[in-house]
C-alpha cells in the first residue's frame, strides 16, 4: 500500500515539474544572444520566474476578471536587446499574431504564467499568455483588434 502512494506521489510530481518547463525564445533583430550560432536569445522557465513579477487584473474574451502574473514583455525585449517595430508571437500549434512594439510602452504588457495564483498549464493558456490590461484600457483595448492579440501558448517571438 505505501510503496503504491509513493509511486503516485512519484508520478505526479514529475507530471508536474515536466509540465511546468518551457522555454520562449527571440529571434530577428536582436542584439544579445544566448545561442550565436542559431542567434536566438532562450529564455528557460527558470530565467522567467527569476524576473521582476508584475501583476494585471483584467477580463479576457476566455476568462472572467482574474488577476494575471508573469513578467513585462518590455524586460524580455530589453534583455535581448530587441530592436524594431513590429514582433511575431508564436503560439505551440504555430498560430501566429503580429504586435507592434509601439504597444509595449504605451500598454506594459505582461506574459503571463500564471492566472489565479496558479502557474498556466498548456490545456489553459500556458506556458506563456499575453496579456493587455483590457478592462483600464477602455474602448480601444476591448476591441476585435487587441482582442486577437491576447495570443497564448507563447514559445517564440520574432522581431522585426
Given at each position: 500500500?505505501?510503496?503504491?502512494?509513493?509511486?503516485?506521489?512519484?508520478?505526479?510530481?514529475?507530471?508536474?515539474?515536466?509540465?511546468?518547463?518551457?522555454?520562449?525564445?527571440?529571434?530577428?533583430?536582436?542584439?544579445?544572444?544566448?545561442?550565436?550560432?542559431?542567434?536566438?536569445?532562450?529564455?528557460?522557465?527558470?530565467?522567467?520566474?527569476?524576473?521582476p513579477?508584475?501583476?494585471?487584473?483584467t477580463?479576457?474574451?476566455?476568462?472572467?476578471?482574474?488577476?494575471?502574473?508573469?513578467?513585462?514583455?518590455?524586460?524580455?525585449?530589453?534583455?535581448?536587446?530587441?530592436?524594431?517595430?513590429?514582433?511575431?508571437?508564436?503560439?505551440?500549434?504555430?498560430?501566429?499574431?503580429?504586435?507592434?512594439?509601439?504597444?509595449?510602452?504605451?500598454?506594459?504588457?505582461?506574459?503571463?504564467y500564471?492566472?489565479g495564483?496558479?502557474?498556466?498549464?498548456?490545456?489553459?493558456?500556458?506556458?506563456?499568455?499575453l496579456?493587455?490590461?483590457?478592462?483600464?484600457?477602455?474602448?480601444?483595448?476591448?476591441?476585435?483588434?487587441?482582442?486577437?492579440?491576447?495570443?497564448?501558448?507563447?514559445?517564440?517571438?520574432?522581431?522585426?
Open positions: 500500500m505505501m510503496r503504491n502512494i509513493a509511486f503516485a506521489l512519484l508520478a505526479v510530481v514529475i507530471a508536474q515539474s515536466s509540465a511546468l518547463s518551457f522555454t520562449l525564445q527571440l529571434s530577428g533583430n536582436i542584439k544579445n544572444t544566448t545561442d550565436s550560432a542559431n542567434k536566438t536569445y532562450v529564455f528557460t522557465d527558470k530565467d522567467i520566474f527569476a524576473m513579477v508584475h501583476s494585471i487584473t477580463s479576457t474574451s476566455w476568462t472572467p476578471r482574474e488577476k494575471f502574473d508573469g513578467v513585462l514583455l518590455a524586460d524580455i525585449l530589453a534583455k535581448a536587446g530587441a530592436n524594431g517595430t513590429t514582433m511575431t508571437l508564436y503560439a505551440l500549434n504555430d498560430y501566429y499574431i503580429e504586435v507592434p512594439i509601439s504597444d509595449v510602452a504605451k500598454y506594459n504588457m505582461i506574459l503571463a500564471k492566472m495564483g496558479n502557474l498556466l498549464k498548456v490545456r489553459d493558456f500556458g506556458p506563456l499568455f496579456i493587455y490590461p483590457r478592462d483600464a484600457g477602455g474602448a480601444e483595448l476591448n476591441s476585435p483588434l487587441y482582442n486577437s492579440r491576447f495570443i497564448w501558448q507563447i514559445n517564440r517571438i520574432v522581431i522585426k
